[in-house]
């Protein structure tokens, strides 16, 4: 009996192999004690994803000749903290879906397929949008954890919670061309999926143009999704660093706008300053909306146990001004208060 499933098995792994050129599962888990305190309650909680973001994937790709490949990439996030897995948006909109909370396993964090070539790559499913990714590039801290920069964590909760295209987008098509010179540019569609006689609520657009070449990186973005009859979300956000090898700076400016809004204004300013065994990561970051304000600071270290473990602690301190009440890993404070946070934690990738 033994024999033959060992046989089965074989057989199982040489169809696998002759169906893709190369199969990989791979993934991480970080997990973080958090503690926020604020003027009117503090909270304790063990968190997921403070450092770099807990998930499973399972990517893969073949090689069709003449210079084309086809692949897929389906990754789904992780709670580690409660062993649940994350739920995901269906079309973009606030009425389909759920946006928050615990669920069964999800390909949320992105869901392609695609074919790549000389003329770059075109990906079909649901995938980071093209305006986020100066957000993430440009932070210090990744846009994870206590640390993650007030200018985006500020605009995305602003709209009442509609901008649901703010990280990623569903049901997208994509076009990333290959880079010239440093230069490169990511188009991406998405559609809500409505029938043409109703509001087409959560389609849009989104572009990326950055330049990449020695120390210097720049990136330029603009997105735009339908919330409804004559409303709509937009982004803009210019980022860019430079690596002077003591140190690398970066920094980004964003400004988002929705119909019925005030518009939100931010910047960030950071750096990631080897050390010892590690990194030590900072920023400075602030959003308004022209009368509440919040400001921020961070600072963690990154210690670098292995290639694929890492002990991380970040703290940061936000103040408020013109009403505004932001707080930290879960407490609450009052308007124009203040709250301060931690994360201590490890990641570990495989």
Known sequence: MKKSLVALAALAVIGAASAQSSVTLSGVVDAALAYGSGDLTNKTRLVNSAYRSSHLL??????????LKASFHLEAGINNDDGSGQTTNLNNQTTVGQANGGGGMTFNRRSTV???????????????????????????FGQLGVGASRAVVGSTTAFGGINFTAVRASNSVAYHSPTFSGFGVRVQAYLGE???????????????????????????????????????????????????????????????????????????????????????????SQTDNGTATQKQFALGYVYNLSKRTDLYATVATVRNSGGASAALNGSTTSANGSSNGYDVGVKHAF
Do not use: C
């Open 58 to 67: 399972f990517s893969g790709t073949e090689d069709l000749g003449g210079g």
């Open 114 to 140: 695609s074919i790549q070539g000389g003329f770059g790559e075109v990906r079909l499913g649901r995938d980071y949008t093209p305006h986020y990714l100066n957000h993430s590039a440009y932070d210090p």
């Open 194 to 284: 409505n029938a043409d006689n109703l509001p087409n609520a959560g389609s849009g657009s989104s572009i990326r143009g950055t330049y990449a070449m020695g120390p210097v990186s720049l990136g330029l973005a603009y997105g735009k999704t339908t919330t409804g009859a004559g409303t709509d979300l937009k982004s803009t956000n210019l980022g860019g660093s430079y690596d002077f090898g003591v140190a690398k700076l970066m920094g980004a400016i964003t400004k988002d706008a929705a119909t019925g809004f005030d518009d939100v204004k931010g910047w960030q300013l950071g750096a990631h300053i080897p050390m010892g065994s590690g990194l030590v990561r900072t920023s400075l």
